[in-house]
């Protein structure tokens, strides 16, 4: 049988792993976040990509890809939120513009963030916005109600399986979700 | 160390025992500690399995007969978090406390105040997650999995649960370290680890995957209440923080807990087979190796539970293989299991029955296992009562069913009484059939799409369910037996010799008298 005093150190050896395995779930976070822009995912609302205003448009004209917009709000009844149009039919390389029509139901002046989303998720990195609502908080004022609009273009290297893309945004309303949980 | 003072103590007077409540409160003692963690398993198992009975009464047939949506969604959360962190982790624990100091040739554990600490912790654990049923919005109803934002939305139960989880999880790191220091430093002289039982060597193992895994999921849950209460966004996607995180921190401790619940399972079949075959072991060293590589596999997999939440093909390809792989190690064990019984002069006692039953029923949950690992037929798979059925045959007929051997393996060594051969067979015979009654037709369920969590189902399904059910009362009440023998056992019945069996006895265990003393080994056994 080992002397005493080794328990003690193997015990303080095996508490201080136990704190580096705590240590390690939190460390899961920024790793987390930087696999996924390894991997492009497109879960995270960067997987979409930002494009320069000046894209130069080389539009494939015979091929045609269906752009499907979603909307959702995580609280029914305090938006109104939805796409004007639920798809349209692109040629790749050609940019267009898309409107979606908010209207704050709160009952109070707020600032809401857009949350996009793509699907499938390998098409996040040749879908590339020049402009989106979804880029920076927006602020509504009580009752206001605004058209706000996304400009993209879909990359002409998008693989040739792809035939149809979804988008998807949440509308969170931040100081809510930020400040008292859910 | 204050075990070291006790011992001295103790050493004239050898069997005393504290006496009255205080014996158990203040139990320091491995085996006094060993029996509150069992009888605290058997109790819990029972309210998990009341739990149980009550999901298989509603789903019976179609439509909504007993409880509304809500109560049913707590029913199966709470009943996957009793019978995983109350059933069969303690129920372990307590076979490692009470069998590791003997095995090894030990007086008692390394950490005994300690040991007391991880112990009552449990019951305020339980008591905070079962008293969560009774605050507004009724008990936990997200899945055990607790994945946000869904889990977020809990009413007051919801801080309630993850202080529960925290409770239980220092518990575990406690009892995980107690383990480990035992078997690194009081092994007997001459027992190196290549001699160790394998009980013991696959505890080892299951005890660094606890230390490992168990903070992360602390960590998890701290990040759900952080961001229930504290503003943060770990999980909020109008954050910056992505719900998907959660599973996969989740799953990375998820899946290595599942070799918790399976891995001294695996090291009380490996006790009880070479015995009832009179053969060694067949592979020792490839047993302890295959443990090891399970372990270490184990945490490269967890992606498996999530196929269908979106992730790079190479991710699928990269999940999907490393989980295949797992079935080496796992085949390998199975092998030896049945090369030992190649040839031996077989006898079908109770130990020996349970732990064919799980030979052959997990080897079943592993296949559909493997079915669940190919990654394009995953997404058929996923969410529906094939899932189901697949971790309850690993989890019933597997760890459960582990356990009751390993209770009947050595329950005459801690009672001193053989306990009645005829009622553990009926309870043996009983729950193997029932339990196949209740999950094996949840296979076929799940395979024409029944999806899992929900307390109404198509008319389509009402057959299976209804066979299901049935199976599920008869292996519920068949537990009433397991029940009266230990009670039995308890009370007196024939004596049993030291060794016990007839058969290949190998442990250390079975050299001490039976009833086993209070104190173990208080001068070291030599091992050749």
Not at chain 2, 298 to 319: D, R
Not at chain 2, 492 to 499: L, Q
Request: net charge neutral; hydrophobic share 50%.
């Amino acid at each position: 049988m080992a002397a005493p005093g080794s328990h003690r150190a193997l015990t303080g050896r095996l508490l201080l792993f136990a704190a580096g395995s705590f240590a390690f779930g939190f460390a899961l976070v920024p790793l987390y976040s930087v696999l996924c822009k390894v991997w492009d995912t497109g879960n995270r609302w960067y997987g979409t990509q930002t494009a320069q205003a000046s894209v130069v448009e080389r539009p494939v004209v015979d091929r045609v890809v269906t752009v499907e917009f979603i909307a959702s709000v995580p609280h029914a009844g305090d938006w109104e939120f939805a796409p004007h149009v639920t798809s349209m039919q692109v040629h790749p390389g050609k940019l267009y513009s898309a409107e979606f029509h908010a209207k704050n139901l709160t009952g109070m002046a707020v600032v809401a963030q857009a949350v996009p989303s793509i699907a499938p998720t390998t098409v996040a990195r040749y879908f590339k916005k020049t402009e989106c609502f979804c880029f920076r908080p927006q602020n509504f004022a009580r009752d206001e109600s605004r058209e706000m609009p996304i400009r993209f273009i879909v990359d002409p290297d998008l693989p040739p399986d792809i035939d149809r893309i979804t988008l998807s945004y949440s509308f969170f309303d931040l100081p809510r979700t930020a400040a008292a949980g859910r | 160390m204050a075990h070291a003072d006790t011992h001295a103590a103790d050493h004239h007077d050898h069997d005393h025992k504290p006496s009255g409540i205080g014996r158990w409160l203040f139990a320091t003692n491995h085996k006094d500690i060993g029996t509150m963690y069992m009888v605290f398993a058997l109790i819990m198992f029972f309210v998990g399995g009341a739990m149980a009975l009550l999901i298989r009464l509603e789903l019976f047939k179609p439509g909504m007969q007993f409880f509304d949506p809500g109560f049913y969604n707590s029913l199966v959360t709470s009943h996957a978090l009793v019978m995983i962190f109350g059933g069969v982790m303690p129920a372990f624990v307590g076979l490692a406390n009470w069998m590791i100091p003997l095995q090894i040739g030990a007086p008692d554990m390394a950490l005994p105040r300690m040991n007391n600490y991880s112990f009552w912790i449990l019951p305020f654990a339980f008591t905070l997650l079962i008293s969560s049923f009774f605050t507004a919005g009724g008990g936990p109803a997200g899945g055990w999995t607790l994945y946000p934002p869904l889990s977020l939305q809990a009413g007051d139960s919801f801080p309630l649960t993850i202080f529960a989880i925290h409770m239980m999880g220092a518990s575990s790191i406690m009892g995980a370290i107690n383990v480990i220091v035992t078997i690194m430093n009081m092994r007997a002289p001459g027992m190196t680890l290549l001699k160790l039982p394998l009980f013991c060597w696959t505890w080892l193992i299951t005890a660094y995957l606890l230390i490992a895994v168990m903070p992360v999921l602390a960590g998890a849950v701290t990040m759900l209440l952080t961001d229930h209460y504290f503003g943060t966004s770990f999980f909020n996607p109008a954050g910056g923080g992505d719900p998907v995180m959660y599973q996969h921190i989740f799953w990375f401790f998820g899946h290595p807990e599942v070799y918790i619940l399976i891995l001294p399972a695996f090291g009380v079949v490996s006790e009880i087979i070479p015995t009832f075959s009179r053969k060694p072991l067949f592979g020792y060293d490839a047993m302890v190796y295959a443990t090891a590589s399970i372990a270490f596999l184990s945490f490269i997999v967890w992606a498996h539970h999530m196929f269908t939440v979106g992730m790079p093909l190479s991710g699928q390809m990269f999940f999907m293989m490393s989980t295949m792989l797992i079935a080496v190690p796992t085949g390998v064990k199975v092998f030896n299991w049945t090369t030992t019984m190649w040839r031996g002069s077989l006898s079908f006692e109770p130990p020996m029955l349970f732990a064919l039953a799980f030979l052959f029923l997990f080897t079943i949950g592993g296949f559909s296992g493997l079915m669940l690992a190919i990654a394009p037929a995953d997404f058929q798979y996923q969410d529906t009562y094939f899932v189901v059925a697949h971790f309850h045959y690993v989890l019933v007929p597997g760890a459960v069913f582990a356990i009751m051997a390993g209770v009947y393996y050595w329950l005459p060594k801690w009672t001193g009484h053989m306990y009645s051969m005829s009622l553990a067979k009926w309870h043996f015979w009983l729950s193997t059939v029932s339990v196949n009654i209740l999950f094996f037709p949840q296979h076929f369920l799940g395979l024409a799409g029944m999806p899992r969590r929900i307390p109404d189902y198509s008319t389509q399904f009402t057959d299976w369910n209804m066979v299901s059910s049935v199976g599920g009362f008869i292996f519920g009440f068949s537990q009433i037996l397991f029940v009266v023998v230990i009670w039995q056992c308890v009370r007196g019945g024939e004596k049993a010799t030291d060794k016990v069996w007839d058969g290949r006895m190998d442990g250390l265990e079975w050299t001490v008298s039976s009833p086993a003393p209070y104190h173990s080994f208080e001068t070291a056994p030599e091992i050749h």
